[in-house]
C-alpha cells in the first residue's frame, strides 16, 4: 500500500472490535441483521473516537499555549461526505477497508449511503470547507461559525427537462459526525426599543429586545491531514426560548402554543438557495444576525475566561468574514464592547478593526449585499443606531481631511439614498475591517480599480490579495487514488505531505512516454467508472475514449454555459453538415443548479437538455458528439467528474468570476482548461503556461471597453455566419419543436443586451476549440500537457492560501 499510516499496526483488529461495538451499543443492532447504513454509522462513530482523542488534545493544546484564535464566520459550509475524508486523514483507510472486509462489508458500498452535507450553495461554501481542513491541518486553533441549516441545498431533479427543486433532508438518519452541546446556548434578540444607558457618553445605550431566541450550539471536529490538528465547526440551531408556552397550552390553545416554536425554528430551518442577493429578504437578514451574534457571544466569553479583558481581542483573536453576509459583525461586535462591556467608543472601535477582516468573492452588482434602512431599524434598531453612528465619525472625518467631493462622498457612505435608503454592507465590512481581500490577483486589482476604488483611496493599505486555493487531501487524494498512487510510486510520499514542494519534480515526467501512458491509463480507469454511472442514471451510452468536456458550477449568466451550448450546437450543425469530416468524438458534459428564482439560468437547463435529446438521437453525429446533463450536482457528484475530464471548461465573461476553484481541481488531475483570463485562471496560465491551456476571448479590460459602448451584439452577429446559423436554428425551434418561441427571451438577450459578451466572444471560443482537438489528436502532446498542469498545480493548495491569511492577516503562525 502507498499511503502512510500515522497509527499502530495492530490497528485493523482494533477497527472490527470498535465498528461491531458501534454496531451493537450505538446503533443497536446485531451484526445478523443489520442494513448497509447502520453499518455506515457504526464505521463512521468508530472514527470518530479516534478523531475525538486527536481534538480534545488539541483544545487543551490551545487553551495552554494561548495561541491566537481564529473565527471563521460564514453562512455557508459545503462539506460533502466526511466517511473518507476522516479515514484518509487519520491514516487508517486501508485499514478500515480490511476491519470490515472481515465482517463480510464493503467499504465503497457503504460509503455511498452518507448523504452530502450541502450546506452552502458553490465555491464561497466549498472553500471554507476547504479552509478548515487546512486550517486544523496547519495546526491553527480555529473555529468555523455559521447555521445547522435542517435543510441544505434544494435536490435538483430534472423533469421534462426543467429543473425542480425538492427538499434536502440530510438529517433524517441522524448525524454521526456532529455533538449537540445542549449547554452552549445563547439567547439572541430581535426588534423592541433602545434607551440610554445613564447620565454618560449618549454612544453607550441598552437595547431591549422585542423578541427572543435561542442558539444551541452543534459541534463537528474537523481533522486534519496526518490526524494531528484538529478543530471545531460550530454551527447554530434556533429553538425557542421555551419549547412550550404553557398558559396558552393549558388555556386549551393547542396550535398556538407551537407557533412559538415553529417561528423560532425557521431561522436554521433552510439555506438560501440563492448564489447572488435575494433582494430584502427578512428571514435572510434574521439568519445572518442570528448567527454573528451567537458566535460573537461565545467567542467573547471564550476570551474573557482566558484572558480578562475585551481590550486584548486583537492580540489573542481574528474573525474573519467569508463575504458580508457576517458583516452586521461589525455593529454587534461594537454592542457588545460599548452597550454590554461599558467600553468607550473610540477604543471599542480600533478593537473592532483590528479583529475583524473581510473577503470579498464578487464585483457584480446585483450580487453586493444591501439592507433596507427600514428592515434594519425595525429587527436591529440598535445596530442601525451603531451604523449611524460610525458612518458619521467616518464621513466627519473625510471632511476635516478636506474631501469636498460630494460624489466620492456618497459612494463610501454606509447609507444608499439612490434607490430607498440601504445599509451598504460592503461598506461596513470595509470600513470595521483592518484587512479586505480578494480571492485571485486579478479580482483583487478590479477590487481596487472599481467598486473599492474610493475606500482604497483613503485606506491604501487594507485590500490585499489571497488566491484561493482546494484541499489536496479530497480534490486528489480521496477523489482520484488512482493518479494519487501513481504520483506515490513515481515522487514518493512527500507528494501526499508537501505537495508544494514536491509536485514541481514531475515535471520531467511529461517527456517521459512510459509516464504519459500510465498517466493516461489511470485517466481511462477513471472514465470508464464515469462512464458506468452515466448509463446507470441517464440510460446514455458514452465512447469512453472520445474527449470528455467538462463544464460544471453554478448555471448563472456571467459563467456562460450558454456560450457553450451555442457551441455545441454549432459543432453539431457542423457535424451534419459533414459527417465524414475528421471529426473528434466529444461528450460535452453539464451540471449545475439554477437558483430557484433565477428565470434565465432555469431556461440554460432547459436547453441543455433539449439540445441533449436532439443530438443524442440523431443517428447521423451519434458517434462523433453526445451531450450529457447531470441532474442534481454536488460535490459528492464533482469527486466522480473532475477525475474523468480531459477538457475543463471556464469561460466566464472576464472580470466577472472572482477566482473559481474547480479550475484548479481540474487542472490538478490533469485536464486541460479551455478558458478566458478571468479569476484565478490568470494565475493558472502564469504557472502552468499559456502553451499547455487554450486561453481565448476579451481581457477584463477589454470587456469593460465594450461595456460603456453597449452591449448590441447586431453586426457581430451578421459578422459570424457560424453563430448567426447557431441563432437562427434555435429560433426556428431546431431544438423545441414543441414550442418554438421557448428560447426567444434568451435569443433577445444575446442581441439587444449581451452583458455577458457571449456573442464577442463566440468566434475566438470556436477557434480555440479546435485548438484544442489539434493536440486531442496528437497524443503525447495532449499528454505532455496534461502533467505538466498536473505538476504545476502545487501552488493551489489550500494550505498555501490559509498559510498567507495566518501570517499576512491572522498573524496566527
Ligand atoms: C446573498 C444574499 C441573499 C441570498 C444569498 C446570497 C449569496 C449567497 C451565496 C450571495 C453569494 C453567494 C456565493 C458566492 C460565491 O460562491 N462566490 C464564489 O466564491 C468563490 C470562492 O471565493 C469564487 O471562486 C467564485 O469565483 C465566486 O463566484
Given at each position: 500500500m502507498t499511503r502512510p499510516r500515522f497509527i499502530s499496526p495492530n490497528e485493523v483488529s482494533a477497527l472490527r472490535t470498535n465498528i461491531l461495538s458501534k454496531l451493537t451499543y450505538a446503533v443497536g443492532k446485531d451484526p445478523d441483521n443489520a442494513l448497509d447504513h447502520d453499518w455506515f454509522q457504526a464505521t463512521a462513530l468508530a472514527a470518530r473516537d479516534y478523531i475525538v482523542d486527536r481534538w480534545m488534545s488539541r483544545t487543551r493544546d490551545a487553551y495552554r499555549t494561548g495561541q491566537k484564535r481564529v473565527y471563521y464566520l460564514s453562512l455557508e459550509f459545503l462539506i460533502g461526505r466526511l466517511l473518507i475524508d476522516s479515514l484518509s486523514n487519520l491514516g487508517i483507510l486501508e485499514e478500515t477497508r480490511r476491519a470490515l472486509a472481515d465482517l463480510g462489508v464493503d467499504l465503497e458500498r457503504i460509503r455511498g449511503l452518507e448523504p452530502d452535507a450541502a450546506l452552502g450553495n458553490g465555491g464561497l461554501g466549498r472553500l471554507a470547507a476547504c479552509f478548515m481542513e487546512s486550517m486544523a491541518t496547519l495546526g491553527i486553533a480555529s473555529h468555523g461559525y455559521g447555521i445547522r441549516y435542517e435543510h441544505g441545498l434544494f435536490r435538483q431533479v430534472i423533469a421534462d427537462g426543467f429543473q425542480l427543486e425538492q427538499p434536502e433532508n440530510w438529517l433524517d438518519f441522524g448525524n454521526p459526525w456532529e455533538f449537540e452541546r445542549a449547554e452552549v446556548v445563547y439567547e439572541i434578540g430581535f426588534g423592541g426599543h433602545v434607551a440610554p444607558y445613564g447620565e454618560g457618553d449618549p454612544r453607550r445605550q441598552v437595547w431591549t429586545p422585542g423578541e427572543r431566541i435561542r442558539a444551541v450550539a452543534y459541534d463537528t471536529p474537523v481533522i486534519g491531514w496526518g490526524g494531528e490538528g484538529a478543530n471545531t465547526l460550530r454551527l447554530w440551531r434556533a429553538r425557542p426560548l421555551e419549547i412550550l408556552h404553557l398558559e396558552t397550552f393549558n388555556a386549551g390553545d393547542h396550535v398556538g402554543a407551537v407557533a412559538n416554536e415553529a417561528r423560532a425554528e425557521s431561522i436554521s430551518r433552510v439555506l438560501y438557495p440563492a448564489d447572488s442577493s435575494e433582494a430584502g429578504q427578512e428571514l435572510r437578514l434574521r439568519q445572518e444576525y442570528f448567527f454573528v451574534a451567537a458566535s460573537l457571544a461565545d467567542l467573547t466569553r471564550r476570551h474573557l475566561k482566558q484572558h480578562n479583558d475585551l481590550l486584548s481581542l486583537p492580540e489573542h483573536v481574528s474573525i474573519q468574514l467569508n463575504d458580508t453576509h457576517p458583516a452586521i459583525a461589525v455593529a454587534e461586535l461594537m454592542r457588545l464592547l460599548v452597550d454590554v462591556h461599558g467600553i468607550p467608543w473610540d477604543a471599542a472601535w480600533s478593537t473592532t478593526v483590528g479583529t475583524l477582516s473581510y473577503t470579498n468573492h464578487t464585483l457584480l452588482p446585483e450580487a453586493l449585499e444591501t439592507w433596507p434602512v427600514q428592515l434594519m431599524e425595525r429587527l436591529l434598531p440598535r445596530h442601525m443606531q451603531i451604523i449611524y453612528l460610525i458612518n458619521a465619525q467616518f464621513l466627519d472625518s473625510l471632511r476635516a481631511r478636506g474631501e469636498t467631493d460630494g460624489a466620492m462622498i456618497s459612494y463610501v457612505s454606509l447609507i444608499d439614498e439612490s434607490q430607498g435608503r440601504r445599509v451598504r454592507m460592503g461598506n461596513l465590512a470595509f470600513l470595521g475591517s483592518h484587512s479586505i481581500n480578494g480571492v485571485s490577483g486579478l479580482h483583487t486589482d478590479l477590487m481596487r480599480k472599481t467598486v473599492f476604488r474610493s475606500l482604497h483611496r483613503l485606506y491604501p493599505d487594507r485590500i490585499n490579495n489571497k488566491t484561493n486555493g482546494i484541499t489536496?487531501?479530497?480534490?486528489?487524494?480521496?477523489?482520484?487514488?488512482?493518479?494519487?498512487?501513481?504520483?506515490?510510486?513515481?515522487?514518493?510520499?512527500?507528494?501526499?505531505?508537501?505537495?508544494?514542494?514536491?509536485?514541481?519534480?514531475?515535471?520531467?515526467?511529461?517527456?517521459?512516454?512510459?509516464?504519459?501512458?500510465?498517466?493516461?491509463?489511470?485517466?481511462?480507469?477513471?472514465?470508464?467508472?464515469?462512464?458506468?454511472?452515466?448509463?446507470?442514471?441517464?440510460?446514455?451510452?458514452?465512447?469512453?475514449?472520445?474527449?470528455?468536456?467538462?463544464?460544471?458550477?453554478?448555471?448563472?449568466?456571467?459563467?456562460?454555459?450558454?456560450?457553450?451550448?451555442?457551441?455545441?450546437?454549432?459543432?453539431?450543425?457542423?457535424?451534419?453538415?459533414?459527417?465524414?469530416?475528421?471529426?473528434?468524438?466529444?461528450?460535452?458534459?453539464?451540471?449545475?443548479?439554477?437558483?430557484?428564482?433565477?428565470?434565465?439560468?432555469?431556461?440554460?437547463?432547459?436547453?441543455?437538455?433539449?439540445?441533449?435529446?436532439?443530438?443524442?438521437?440523431?443517428?447521423?453525429?451519434?458517434?462523433?458528439?453526445?451531450?450529457?446533463?447531470?441532474?442534481?450536482?454536488?460535490?459528492?457528484?464533482?469527486?466522480?467528474?473532475?477525475?474523468?475530464?480531459?477538457?475543463?471548461?471556464?469561460?466566464?465573461?472576464?472580470?466577472?468570476?472572482?477566482?473559481?476553484?474547480?479550475?484548479?481541481?481540474?487542472?490538478?488531475?490533469?485536464?486541460?482548461?479551455?478558458?478566458?483570463?478571468?479569476?484565478?485562471?490568470?494565475?493558472?496560465?502564469?504557472?502552468?503556461?499559456?502553451?499547455?491551456?487554450?486561453?481565448?476571448?476579451?481581457?477584463?479590460?477589454?470587456?469593460?471597453?465594450?461595456?460603456?459602448?453597449?452591449?448590441?451584439?447586431?453586426?457581430?452577429?451578421?459578422?459570424?455566419?457560424?453563430?448567426?446559423?447557431?441563432?437562427?436554428?434555435?429560433?426556428?425551434?431546431?431544438?423545441?419543436?414543441?414550442?418554438?418561441?421557448?428560447?426567444?427571451?434568451?435569443?433577445?438577450?444575446?442581441?439587444?443586451?449581451?452583458?455577458?459578451?457571449?456573442?464577442?466572444?463566440?468566434?475566438?471560443?470556436?477557434?480555440?476549440?479546435?485548438?484544442?482537438?489539434?493536440?486531442?489528436?496528437?497524443?503525447?502532446?495532449?499528454?505532455?500537457?496534461?502533467?505538466?498542469?498536473?505538476?504545476?498545480?502545487?501552488?493551489?493548495?489550500?494550505?498555501?492560501?490559509?498559510?498567507?491569511?495566518?501570517?499576512?492577516?491572522?498573524?496566527?503562525?
Open positions: 489536496f487531501r479530497r480534490w486528489l487524494h480521496q477523489a482520484n487514488p488512482a493518479l494519487t498512487d501513481l504520483l506515490v510510486d513515481t515522487l514518493g510520499q512527500g507528494v501526499l505531505h508537501d505537495p508544494e514542494k514536491t509536485l514541481p519534480q514531475l515535471k520531467p515526467y511529461a517527456n517521459d512516454a512510459n509516464f504519459r501512458e500510465r498517466f493516461a491509463l489511470q485517466r481511462q480507469r477513471n472514465k470508464d467508472t464515469f462512464t458506468s454511472l452515466v448509463k446507470q442514471r441517464l440510460e446514455i451510452d458514452l465512447d469512453p475514449g472520445a474527449l470528455f468536456d467538462v463544464q460544471i458550477k453554478r448555471i448563472h449568466e456571467y459563467k456562460r454555459q450558454l456560450m457553450n451550448l451555442l457551441q455545441t450546437i454549432a459543432l453539431y450543425q457542423a457535424i451534419r453538415d459533414n459527417p465524414n469530416g475528421d471529426w473528434t468524438p466529444r461528450v460535452k458534459i453539464f451540471a449545475g443548479k439554477a437558483a430557484a428564482s433565477y428565470h434565465q439560468a432555469k431556461l440554460i437547463i432547459k436547453l441543455a437538455n433539449d439540445v441533449a435529446k436532439v443530438v443524442n438521437n440523431d443517428p447521423l453525429t451519434r458517434d462523433l458528439l453526445k451531450v450529457v446533463f447531470l441532474p442534481n450536482y454536488n460535490v459528492s457528484l464533482a469527486e466522480v467528474i473532475i477525475p474523468a475530464a480531459d477538457l475543463s471548461e471556464q469561460i466566464s465573461t472576464a472580470g466577472m468570476e472572482a477566482s473559481g476553484t474547480s479550475n484548479m481541481k481540474f487542472g490538478l488531475n490533469g485536464a486541460l482548461t479551455i478558458g478566458t483570463l478571468d479569476g484565478a485562471n490568470v494565475e493558472m496560465c502564469e504557472l502552468i503556461g499559456e502553451e499547455h491551456m487554450f486561453i481565448f476571448g476579451l481581457k477584463a479590460a477589454e470587456v469593460e471597453e465594450r461595456q460603456r459602448s453597449g452591449g448590441i451584439s447586431s453586426d457581430i452577429i451578421e459578422n459570424s455566419p457560424r453563430l448567426a446559423q447557431v441563432l437562427s436554428g434555435l429560433r426556428a425551434g431546431q431544438f423545441s419543436p414543441d414550442e418554438p418561441a421557448r428560447y426567444n427571451s434568451l435569443l433577445d438577450v444575446l442581441t439587444w443586451h449581451d452583458r455577458f459578451l457571449v456573442c464577442a466572444d463566440f468566434d475566438a471560443y470556436w477557434d480555440a476549440q479546435r485548438l484544442v482537438e489539434t493536440r486531442w489528436q496528437q497524443p503525447d502532446k495532449w499528454w505532455q500537457s496534461a502533467v505538466i498542469n498536473t505538476s504545476s498545480m502545487g501552488w493551489f493548495s489550500s494550505d498555501r492560501t490559509i498559510r498567507e491569511y495566518a501570517t499576512e492577516i491572522w498573524r496566527a503562525l
